[in-house]
């Protein structure tokens, strides 16, 4: 019995050093002191990235951007233990902690795919790592460029009145969604996709996927500003100091060619608007500070009538990005919803109709005859879209 014990012993040693020779050989021997300065970053900068892996949700069999970036550690990096490091991902390039910028995973649902973020790892207080790792991952995606956003007959707002920051990078993101969601739209992002190699076709996306989602508060910095004379919102990619631009460069609008985006407003001019009680102050009045000789024609005075128009319509519709070249502005005869009888641009204004009740000064139907600018929709179907001025004549 104490042989066959001691037989078992000295068995149960064997085994146990055996265990330890084959452990000391293993190349997935952890490294306790490990520093994660040494992490190689071009295993991430070359990783053939698809779009369903770098998805921040969690939507049906798609995993988060997190969860995709453990993976590559884990494969890579064998004597690191990933339950001893904190990984935080940023959208586009950070060197420092900024909430701001931090992606949260919990508020992103089925979204455009994160194309630009950094990584930052850290130790954890499960062991003893040694500093920190900083690694950016650019894909090169850039969604501004793609045709769908090129018409600058898309609109977002038809409620011309100013706006704050917050208000127009929340418009954008509106008017983003509304046309990825078009057939049109969701070709277009899945041929780019194809083209740059990062659509899976054995894992495709439903249509209706992407969407823009971006935490807009107020940014102070001058990477957005409305551009008042074209109606259209610029983006200023110099600006380095906007939570802005971190967010849309992580999600792919990197701006880095064309800088405008899109019309900003959808201005209707109508009768009806002109019909309103704001309109009563501009009927009939004569233009402002002119004088005219009776010899002046009606093709002289259509500038200044235009002008006049144009800051009225301002004064009513807030649309204060309007100007005089973006509409044609006729003399017409009468009120009706025509614009077949403007008055001959050689008319002389003596030859104009008086009116007896407004001092027997000449007087025209002034009208918004035509746009030259898609951003403003003239709809003469429907009544006047003018207004009675009338002349001083010397």
Known sequence: MKKLLMTLLTGNILLTSVGTVVSCASPYTEQLDFDLTNIDETVFQNYDWTVDQMLGSELGGFQTLRSTVLEIMQSNFYTMNILKVNVDIYYGYQVSPNQDYLIDFNAVRNLLPITYFSIHITPNNQGSYLNEKWITVNTNVDLSQL???????????????????????????????????????????????????????????????FNLEINAKQDESAYLKFDAPTARLVFDPTVKDSSYKAMLDGKGFAFKQETTFLSVWNVTIESNDFNANDWRNVDWKPVP??????????????????????????????????????????????????????????????????????????????????????????????????????????
């Open 147 to 209: 045709s769908i956003f090129q018409n600058e007959t898309l609109f977002y707002s038809n409620n011309p009145v100013p706006m704050d920051s917050v208000k127009l990078m929340e418009g954008f993101a509106q008017s983003i969604n509304r046309i990825l969601q078009t057939d049109q739209g969701y070709e277009e992002i899945v041929t780019y996709y194809r083209s740059k190699k990062m659509w899976n076709d054995n894992k495709p996306l439903p249509k209706g996927f």
């Open 289 to 394: 500070n002119k004088t005219y000789d009776g010899t002046t024609t009606v093709q002289d005075v259509v500038a200044d009538v235009t002008k006049y128009l144009v800051e009225w319509s301002a004064h009513v519709h807030n649309s204060h990005f309007m100007q005089p070249q973006d509409v044609e502005v006729i003399l017409k005869k009468g009120a009706q919803a025509t614009a077949n009888d403007p008055w001959p641009s050689t008319t002389q204004l003596k030859d104009l109709w008086k009116s007896s009740a407004h001092g027997n000064l000449p007087y025209v139907f002034a009208w918004f005859k035509d746009s030259k600018k898609s951003y403003i929709k003239i709809n003469n179907k429907v009544g006047s879209a003018g207004t009675h001025v009338s002349f001083k004549l010397k």
